[in-house]
C-alpha cells in the first residue's frame, strides 16, 4: 500500500541508474519505496543490464504506480544515462540514485525540507555511512574520511575547488538546474553537479548520515584517498603525468564554462583564480624548454600567492617537481 501525500509536498523525482544490479537493486527500491517522504516518483534507468535487473524492476512497476522502468538502446555509463533520461523528471526536486546503496527513511524528507526553507539554495547534500559491501561493517562518515569536518549550513564554492564534496548519492536539487546542468561536459558528474549547484548560492549540507553507501570491487567512485606517496612515486612518470595532463586540460575547460553560466560575485572570483592557475599549470607541462617553464610556473606560484587558493601549493610542487618527465612529454599535446 502506497503511503498518504501529506500536503505542501512537492514532487520529488528519483532517478536510479542501474548496471547488472540483481544483488543489490531490490534493497535500495524498497529504501526509497520506504522514505517518510511520500510524493515522490522513482525512475528506473536500466544500462543494457544482462542479469535479473530488468524482471526485478518490472516486478516493483506493477506494485507501485511510484515507480517507472525505462531501457537504454546501449550501455551508456552513469552521466550519459542520466542526461539521456532527466527530461523524465516530473518533480520540482530531483535525487538521483546508484542501485547499490541504501537510503535511511528520513534522507528526501529532510533534503526536500531544506530547499523548501531556503529558497535561494539550488542543491543539498547529505553526509553517508560506509559500509562494506554485505552491511555487516560500518567504517564511519563519508565526510569526514575525504576532509569535510563541517557540522552542517552552507559550503561555498571555495571549498568544492579544493576536492570534491558532493555524493551524486546523497544529493537532491531543483529541477530549474538542469539547463545549466546539461549537457555535461567531460568531468567527475558530481563534482560537476556540486560546481554547478553552487555558482549563485553556497549550496546546504546536512551533516547527517543519511545513505549508506557501499564499497565493493565494483564500485566506480570509493572514498579513497591518495596520499603524497602516491604522487612522490609518479614525479618522473610520463605516462601518469601525460594522463594527469588531460585531466587538468579537461578541467580548464570546465572552469571556462562555469564562468560562463554566470554566479554571484564571489564565485566569479574564486573561479577567475582557479582558471589562470591552471592555465599557467598547463602551459608549464608544455613548455618548450625549461625557462618557458620556469616562467609559466613563476605566473602558477604568483596566482596562489595572491590568492585565497594556498591549496593549490600541493599541486604547483608536484608539477614543479617533474621537469625530468615533462621532457619526455615534449611531443605530446592534448587533441583540440
Not at 39 to 65: G, M
Not at 105 to 119: C, D, G, R, S, Y
Not at 298 to 303: D, G, L, M, R, S
Request: glycine share 6%.
Amino acid at each position: 500500500m502506497e503511503p498518504k501525500e501529506k500536503p505542501n509536498q512537492p514532487l520529488v523525482s528519483i532517478l536510479l541508474n542501474v548496471f547488472n544490479g540483481e544483488p543489490y537493486l531490490a534493497q535500495q527500491i524498497d529504501s526509497i519505496l520506504a522514505q517518510t517522504y511520500s510524493n515522490l516518483e522513482l525512475i528506473i534507468c536500466d544500462d543494457c543490464s544482462t542479469d535479473r535487473t530488468p524482471e526485478i524492476a518490472q516486478e516493483y512497476v506493477r506494485k507501485d504506480t511510484r515507480v517507472r522502468w525505462v531501457r537504454n538502446e546501449r550501455n551508456m555509463r552513469v552521466s550519459a544515462t542520466f542526461q539521456a533520461h532527466a527530461h523524465l523528471c516530473r518533480g520540482e526536486f530531483i535525487a538521483p540514485s546508484d542501485a547499490d546503496d541504501i537510503w535511511l527513511p528520513e534522507k528526501i524528507e529532510k533534503q526536500a525540507a531544506f530547499l523548501m526553507a531556503h529558497p535561494k539554495v539550488d542543491l543539498v547534500v547529505t553526509d553517508l555511512t560506509v559500509v562494506n559491501h554485505d552491511l555487516s561493517e560500518k567504517m564511519g562518515s563519508f565526510h569526514e574520511k575525504i576532509g569535510n569536518h563541517s557540522r552542517g549550513g552552507f559550503i561555498p564554492i571555495d571549498a568544492l575547488l579544493v576536492r570534491n564534496l558532493v555524493g551524486w548519492h546523497a544529493s537532491c536539487f531543483r529541477r530549474a538546474l538542469l539547463p545549466r546542468l546539461l549537457p555535461m561536459p567531460v568531468f567527475t558528474w558530481d563534482a560537476w553537479l556540486g560546481l554547478v549547484g553552487a555558482l549563485n548560492h553556497p549550496f546546504g549540507f546536512i551533516a547527517e548520515q543519511l545513505v549508506l553507501y557501499r564499497q565493493h570491487a565494483v564500485n566506480i567512485v570509493g572514498s579513497r584517498q591518495r596520499g603524497n606517496t602516491f604522487y612522490i612515486k609518479r614525479l618522473n612518470d610520463p605516462e601518469y603525468l601525460r594522463i594527469y595532463f588531460e585531466g587538468k586540460s579537461n578541467e580548464a575547460i570546465v572552469y571556462n564554462r562555469l564562468l560562463a553560466l554566470g554566479g554571484s560575485d564571489s564565485a566569479e572570483k574564486a573561479l577567475k583564480q582557479k582558471a589562470a592557475n591552471q592555465r599557467y599549470l598547463l602551459e608549464a607541462i608544455q613548455a618548450a624548454n625549461f625557462w618557458g617553464f620556469v616562467s609559466s610556473m613563476a605566473k602558477a606560484a604568483w596566482v596562489i600567492l595572491k590568492s585565497d587558493q594556498k591549496y593549490h601549493v600541493k599541486q604547483w610542487a608536484f608539477i614543479a617537481l617533474s621537469w625530468g618527465a615533462i621532457r619526455k612529454l615534449k611531443s605530446y599535446r592534448p587533441t583540440a
